[in-house]
């Protein structure tokens, strides 16, 4: 039987098929932020008559002082980083990201890649660069040692980790049922919908961050092997097998598998 992330089964249609979907009535949007940047001028001095000697001489100016600038912005955190804008449809083309790196905590390696739609808005680098640190963190599936995680760009793997727009996902999870609006995990792949990542859900709150990595961390979870679980003591952090992108039971938003 496949693994769903979030989803009931209905069959879709066929990948090279896709049709518009009406607005998620759920989704948050969010806007991207435009930090301005102020520019200073420097006026031009002329040269003022000499004083008479019964008055005192001005005071003398330091010409070659630069003009204060406007302190920087913060840099965007990793994991909200490539906040753009919603897609209904998409190439259906997946193309792999290039880059990998050293496994990360202890035990048995899982090896998996990262592939991202091609034409989606945004920067896959930085999707990318967001599962290797969810997946690297200790509160993640290898935080108990039990295994470690390793990204490479080619040969075998455990899984793989996709981002891909609503129609292109309710292709992939077939015959899954996402409607084009939730994730799955099919096929070895956990599979983010687009409008997931940047948007999350309404009763997140506008925590984006966390939602990311609960989506992260919950269809990895299914790859491997874990099924749903329920919110099991109000007020808690929810477990992040249970489908919370439908509903929190009570307990509260939680992304990690290790929160404490």
């Not at 049709?19 to 991207?32: D, I, Y």
């Not at 799955?184 to 990542?197: D, H, L, M």
């Not at 990895?220 to 992108?245: I, S």
Request: with cysteine; proline share 10%.
């Amino acid at each position: 039987m496949p693994t769903i992330g979030t989803d009931t089964t209905r069959r879709r249609r066929p990948l090279h098929r896709r049709r518009r979907r009406p607005p998620v009535g759920l989704l948050v949007g969010l806007s991207l932020v435009t930090v301005g940047c102020a520019v200073l001028a420097t006026g031009v001095l002329t040269p003022q008559p000499r004083p008479e000697a019964a008055q005192p001489a001005p005071p003398s100016l330091d010409l070659q002082r630069a003009p204060e600038s406007s302190p920087s912005p913060s840099p965007t955190p990793l994991l909200l980083r490539s906040v753009v804008e919603e897609v209904t449809d998409g190439s259906g083309d997946l193309e792999v990201v290039p880059g990998g790196g050293e496994p990360s905590g202890e035990g048995p390696v899982k090896r998996y890649l990262v592939e991202v739609e091609a034409g989606l808005p945004g920067s896959a680098e930085d999707f990318a660069a967001a599962v290797d640190a969810i997946l690297a963190d200790p509160r993640g599936w290898g935080g108990d040692g039990d295994m470690s995680f390793q990204r490479v760009d080619e040969g075998d793997v455990d899984f793989r980790v996709t981002l891909a727009a609503p129609d292109t996902v309710d292709a992939l999870c077939a015959p899954l049922q996402t409607n084009g609006e939730v994730s799955c995990t099919q096929g070895g792949r956990a599979i983010i919908n687009q409008n997931r990542w940047v948007s999350g859900v309404g009763h997140f709150e506008g925590d984006l961050e966390t939602y990311r990595v609960y989506v992260v961390n919950h269809e990895v979870g299914h790859a491997l092997g874990h099924g749903h679980v329920f919110c099991t003591e109000p007020g808690a952090p929810a477990p992040v097998m249970q489908q919370q992108t439908f509903g929190l039971q009570g307990c509260e938003r939680n992304g990690w598998v290790h929160p404490d």
